[in-house]
């Protein structure tokens, strides 16, 4: 079967460091997504690990490794304005006519505190 | 703002009816995706359609269809409905198949069945 875990919460304090984990078991694999979701918002797309290492955009942090089936966001200098819902989702087997199905995890709600 | 547009933002109908949501991809996007999201819940993948023709489909129930026109646009039709199909419905799309683990969601669609 194919599936994703992540924590389904996650508390952290305005300021600090998280890291929310994600791994996957799938029958093919082509890279690992990362998306944000406000309460009642659309999920907006945050980053893509086709390959092993660690992928900077300004405070958010993706990493990536493939022989343990595991990646992980890691946000820096917390903000409130970063609560919210965390999905990570896998790039998995080819379809047909170069269609990749895109695998979603349950997602991880980030609750921060002042 | 993501680019894809959803119409309507809000749907209020009765149990038994059948309802049509819109979709209109960024410029230039030829993929539309279909997701639902019930509350507190996680994304549930639908449908998929490239250029025209469906290319994926995940839990989606014979009572809904979709189908997407020439002018790229897509529409997901909802049939006998039942107080289970309250949820947001979000509409995704990214420029072609292979490039699905980065999409871009639409606003959304509230539905709720009464």
């Known amino acids: 079967g194919q599936s994703l875990e992540q924590p389904s919460e996650v508390t952290a304090v305005e300021g600090a460091i998280v890291q929310i984990n994600c791994t996957y078991q799938t029958s093919g694999f082509y890279g690992l997504s990362w998306y944000q979701q406000h309460d009642g918002g659309a999920p907006t797309f945050l980053s893509y690990n086709a390959l092993d290492g660690l992928e900077e955009t300004g405070r958010f942090s993706s990493f990536l490794s493939r022989s343990d089936s595991y990646g992980y966001l890691l946000l820096q200098e917390l903000q409130m304005k970063d609560s919210a819902s965390y999905f990570c989702a896998v790039r998995g087997p080819r379809t047909m006519d170069s269609n990749y199905q895109l695998i979603w995890g349950a997602g991880t709600k980030l609750i921060i505190k002042p | 703002d993501s680019g894809v547009t959803q119409t309507p933002k809000h749907l209020i109908t009765a149990t038994g009816q059948r309802v049509t949501l819109r979709c209109s991809p960024r410029s230039g996007d030829l993929s539309v995706y279909w997701y639902q999201q019930s509350l507190d819940q996680g994304l549930q993948f639908l449908i998929q359609y490239y250029n025209g023709e469906e290319r994926a489909k995940g839990n989606i129930l014979e009572r809904f269809s979709a189908q997407q026109f020439p002018d790229l646009h897509s529409e997901l039709n909802l049939s006998s409905l039942e107080l289970g199909d309250s949820a947001l419905y979000f509409c995704?799309?990214?420029?072609?198949?292979?490039?699905?683990?980065?999409?871009?969601f639409g606003p959304g669609t509230r539905l709720t069945v009464t």
């Open positions: 995704a799309s990214s420029v072609v198949p292979g490039q699905t683990y980065e999409q871009y």
